[in-house]
């Protein structure tokens, strides 16, 4: 079964770190570009990062841009989202997600986690 | 960056209705957008990419027409199963990519 199952939520003062995984299976990981995506209490989706299969295109929202840093390891098939300087608004569920696409254009994402919850708050 | 509004926000229906709910695009985008269905506390779904294309999987109810600028998403005969909220994204321009602000499907 292709899954992707992500920890490392949790609650966290501001100007605190976090790091974020997500673990892949039932699918070569090497093979696809990864997204993580975020979502605000009662809020839309906003995306955040996006890394590709080799590790070598590594792009970033600005408003997370100089704080996250994505990585991903794939020998282990994880992906990895660490969050620095954390902010109130970072308050989100995180949700890793699989690209989907052909000859490397991205149609949208085809596979995602469960999400995991962070909470910035004093 | 490209903005994608969606109308109405919300939409009470009945089971059996036709809903449509609309995105636009601050720009022409060509075809490259894509629809998710998004039930609560659940992560969201692919249902429709390239503007038109039935993801695997996903009933043939939904459906999706538009490009350049407008597009729609149809569910031809609601099931008690389709109240969710639904969530366009455009994939011509990244970075960033950019989601509307998603549109509430509710029971009448």
């Known amino acids: 079964e292709v899954q992707l199952v992500e920890s490392g939520g949790g609650l966290v003062q501001p100007g605190g770190s976090l790091r974020l995984s997500c673990a892949a299976s039932?699918?070569?990981?090497?093979?696809?570009?990864m997204k993580w995506v975020r979502q605000a209490p009662g809020g839309a989706l906003e995306w955040v990062s996006y890394i590709s299969g080799s590790s070598s295109t590594i792009q970033y929202a600005d408003s997370v841009k100089g704080r996250f840093t994505i990585s991903r390891d794939n020998a282990k098939n994880s992906l990895y989202l660490q969050m620095n300087s954390l902010r109130d608004e970072d308050t989100a569920v995180y949700f890793c997600?699989?690209?989907?696409?052909?000859?490397?254009?991205?149609?949208?994402?085809?596979?995602w986690g469960q999400g995991t919850t962070v909470t910035v708050s004093s | 960056d490209i903005q994608m509004t969606q109308s109405p926000s919300s939409v009470s229906a009945s089971v059996g209705d036709r809903v449509t709910i609309t995105c636009r695009a601050s720009?022409?985008?060509?075809?490259?957008l894509a629809w998710y269905q998004q039930k609560p506390g659940k992560a969201p779904k692919l249902l429709i990419y390239v503007a038109s294309n039935l993801q695997s999987g996903v009933p043939s109810r939904f459906s999706g027409s538009g490009s350049g600028t407008d597009f729609t998403l149809t569910i031809s005969s609601l099931q008690p199963e389709d109240f969710a909220t639904y969530y366009c994204q455009q994939a011509s321009s990244f970075p960033p990519l950019t989601f509307g602000g998603g549109t509430k499907v509710e029971i009448k």
């Open positions: 997600a699989r690209d989907y696409g052909l000859g490397g254009v991205s149609y949208g994402m085809d596979v």
């Open positions: 039932g699918f070569t990981f090497s093979s696809y570009s």
């Open positions: 720009q022409g985008i060509g075809n490259w």
